[in-house]
T-cell receptor, first 116, second 113 residues
Framework: GAVVSQHPSWVICKSGTSVKIECRSL??????MFWYRQFPKQSLMLMAT?????????EQGVEKDKFLINHASLTLSTLTVTSAHPEDSSFYIC????????????FGSGTRLTVV | GENVEQHPSTLSVQEGDSAVIKCTYS??????FPWYKQELGKGPQLIID?????GEKKDQRIAVTLNKTAKHFSLHITETQPEDSAVYFC????????????FGQGTELSVKP
């Protein structure tokens, strides 16, 4: 089946630094990738939608200058948390959607970000 | 925009019993309804999905039903096992919103041996 690889699985960084999270579709081409944020015991909150070769579409309330998304190819999307602060600590999850005709969604294993 | 409500938030059953989780959605444009199982510290795993042109789908112990008129869909797990214990999320995807998945709040299922 479809596999999405997300790295790193966990990261600790200092306040003020930037962190990059990678999301790769290993055996299919992803026309669209999605980035979610999840707080403990809460649901997945969609942050942004990215299509290969175009700018990401951010959900209301998500700072696009803080959460930079790059979808450079049909198999790779990256999320960079810039100037991280403790309140950015969370579980970040990517999802990739296959091209026609499957249109299936596959999720990465998530990245636990802790900002100290 | 789409809003998905999920109930109950927690569910405890005895091994071998059935478990039912219900979701409602608001946007009639939604046409894809997946269910995910999430274990602690991991990403969600698809367990079953249904499209709006189908009323019911079954895969071994798991089934999903969809009532488009009432905008309800439900997950049914029969013969529950301790390894079914996890958090389950329903989601809905409106066809006119670029493939977004809107998630319910989640149900923490506990299956007691």
């Amino acid at each position: 089946g479809a596999v999405v690889s997300q790295h790193p699985s966990w990261v600790i960084c200092k306040s003020g630094t930037s962190v990059k999270i990678e999301c790769r579709s290993l055996d299919f081409q992803a026309t669209t990738m999605f980035w979610y944020r999840q707080f403990p015991k809460q649901s997945l909150m969609l942050m942004a939608t990215s299509n290969e070769g175009s700018k990401a579409t951010y959900e209301q309330g998500v700072e696009k200058d803080k959460f930079l998304i790059n979808h450079a190819s049909l198999t790779l999307s990256t999320l960079t948390v810039t100037s991280a602060h403790p309140e950015d600590s969370s579980f970040y999850i990517c999802s990739a959607r296959e091209a026609e005709p499957n249109y299936g969604y596959t999720f990465g294993s998530g990245t636990r970000l802790t900002v100290v | 925009g789409e809003n998905v409500e999920q109930h109950p938030s927690t569910l405890s059953v005895q091994e071998g019993d059935s478990a039912v989780i219900k979701c409602t959605y608001s946007d009639s444009a939604s046409n894809y309804f997946p269910w995910y199982k999430q274990e602690l510290g991991k990403g969600p795993q698809l367990i079953i999905d249904i499209r709006s042109n189908v009323g019911e789908k079954k895969d071994q112990r798991i089934a999903v039903t969809l009532n488009k008129t009432a905008k309800h869909f439900s997950l049914h797990i029969t013969e529950t096992q301790p390894e079914d214990s996890a958090v389950y999320f329903c989601a809905a995807s409106p066809w006119n919103q670029g493939g977004k998945l809107i998630f319910g709040q989640g149900t923490e299922l506990s299956v007691k041996p």
